[in-house]
């Protein structure tokens, strides 16, 4: 970032949690709005997963396995046991399962993207936003996708869906059906619209909080993160200054080292919760 | 904090990631475990066969050694007891023979002493003769006294 001045502490933090779109988000919600960066980093992240593990399963061997290849079993088997402890239908677990190994990795990643350097791909992106005669200043970029809600609460959704296609396809749709009007308290025609409304609370708090779990251990991550690069950027020759510097590198480093423990259970947390919810469409009240 | 459409592209990009996953990369290392799993399970019985069969094969081992030092026991004595039979029964023949050829000898002997006392009571009837001719200095007939000289002969057997 080439500045005559340098950013004060809120610029450089505003500008690191402003999406790159493809057009100014008006209000709080705003459907024809994309935030490039997010799906960007998503996406790639997510293919490079699954064609590094599909390029591991089309060579696995039932002999003595590599490294890499122990590794990924390691994971599939913890994936393969929680999916096999909850979800309690073989039919369902074809799908399921797979899906719950591609939530763990694919958020484990994601959350990953936390630990790498805080101005590295955004300063490398605005070089490249510059070079194509753009003004670097214009140059956003969110480098964790699960640190955007839309992105959380976008895999959560999907979740929801399958408990509804699952709830559907186990129970039958009558049954489904009978079930949101009289449970959990009972089947008197006087309960049902409580029942109702209780039904549709779960199922719209189960979401929420699936996808704001994450989104906010991540954001609060990303900005703690923030903040330590700011007491490192506070260095100015002085010796106050200096004293902050080096608490920076303090800081980060714990920050970091304690960040690797939050990324991995948040996934792990995501992960769970996903076949909990899965397992719970297939149980009748 | 702004909801998008970004909301729905996660969306869908998740369940293509999970279909995916589910067909290209679930299937291969779940076969890849269950196939190991067989495996381990499969040398682990094997390895117990071994053993038993060992186990088997050193119980074999010990019978048959211990059925032929038996065998070789009853052959040996069988051996022994056959060779004193041979020694017994030859000693029998040799006594046998050396009985017959006792006996054959005793015979033979007697023979001869027969012999030697008939010719030695012919010598002492012609000595007799003799002897009464130069005492009654008289030739005597033998012709007549072939009674007298039967006699004599006789009562010197």
Redesign the interface.
Same mark, same amino acid.
């Given at each position: 970032m080439a500045t005559e001045h340098a950013p004060t502490a809120s610029e450089y933090i505003v500008h690191h949690l402003t999406?790159l779109?493809n057009k100014k &988000?008006a209000g709080? *919600?705003?459907?024809?709005?994309?935030?490039l960066d997010?799906?960007f980093i998503?996406?790639g992240i997510? +293919?490079l997963? *699954?064609f590094v +593990?599909?390029r591991?399963?089309?060579r696995?061997?039932?002999?003595v396995?590599g490294r890499f &290849?122990a590794a990924?079993?390691i994971v599939?088997?913890m994936v393969?046991d929680q999916a096999k402890g909850i979800v309690h239908s073989p039919e369902s677990r074809?799908?399921v399962?797979?899906?719950a +190994?591609? *939530?763990f990795v694919?958020i484990f990643l994601m959350n990953a993207m936390d630990l790498l350097p805080l101005d590295l791909l955004p300063n490398i992106w605005a070089a490249i936003y510059g070079a194509a005669g753009h003004d670097p200043h214009h140059a956003y970029l969110r480098v964790v996708?699960t640190a955007?809600?839309?992105?959380t +609460?976008?895999?959560s959704?999907?979740v929801l869906?399958l408990c509804l296609y699952y709830s559907v396809k186990i129970k039958g749709l009558g049954h489904w059906i009978h079930e949101l009007f009289t449970a959990p308290f009972g089947a008197h025609p006087l309960l049902w619209p409580i029942n109702f409304a209780m039904q549709l609370i779960e199922f719209l708090a189960k979401t929420v909080s699936h996808g704001m779990r994450l989104f906010g251990n991540m954001y609060a991550g990303e900005l703690i993160f923030m903040l330590i690069a700011l007491m490192g950027a506070a260095w100015a020759g002085t010796v106050g200054s200096g004293l902050l510097w080096i608490g920076g590198v303090i800081a980060g480093t714990i920050w970091a080292i304690f960040h690797i423990l939050i990324i991995t259970l948040q996934a792990f947390i995501f992960m769970m919760l996903t076949l909990v919810y899965v397992g719970q469409a297939h149980e009748s009240h | 904090m702004n909801l998008n459409a970004t909301l729905f592209a996660q969306l869908v990009v998740f369940f293509i990631l999970a279909w995916f996953t589910m067909k290209f990369v679930w299937p291969p290392i779940m076969k890849a475990l269950d196939e190991r799993a067989k495996k381990i399970a499969d040398g682990l019985s094997a390895a117990d066969k071994a053993k038993t069969d060992l186990q088997l094969a050193e119980k074999k081992v010990v019978d048959e050694l211990k059925k032929a030092r038996e065998s070789a026991t009853e052959l040996r004595a069988g051996a022994e007891k056959q060779g004193a039979q041979l020694v017994e029964e030859a000693r029998q023949e040799a006594a046998q023979i050396i009985a017959q050829a006792r006996k054959a000898a005793e015979g033979e002997a007697a023979v001869a002493a027969q012999r030697a006392k008939e010719a030695l009571r012919e010598q002492v009837a012609a000595l007799a003769v003799a002897g009464a001719e130069r005492i009654l200095r008289k030739e005597i007939n033998a012709q007549v006294h072939a009674d007298l000289l039967a006699n004599l002969k006789q009562e010197l057997k």
């Open positions: 999406f779109t &988000q709080l *919600v705003d459907w024809s709005v994309f935030h997010t799906l998503s996406i997510g +293919l997963a *699954v +593990l599909a591991l399963a089309a696995a061997t039932s002999g396995p &290849q990924v079993e599939v088997e393969a074809k799908f399962a797979p899906l +190994l591609t *939530v694919w996708p955007d809600l839309n992105a +609460l976008g895999m959704t999907a869906l | -």
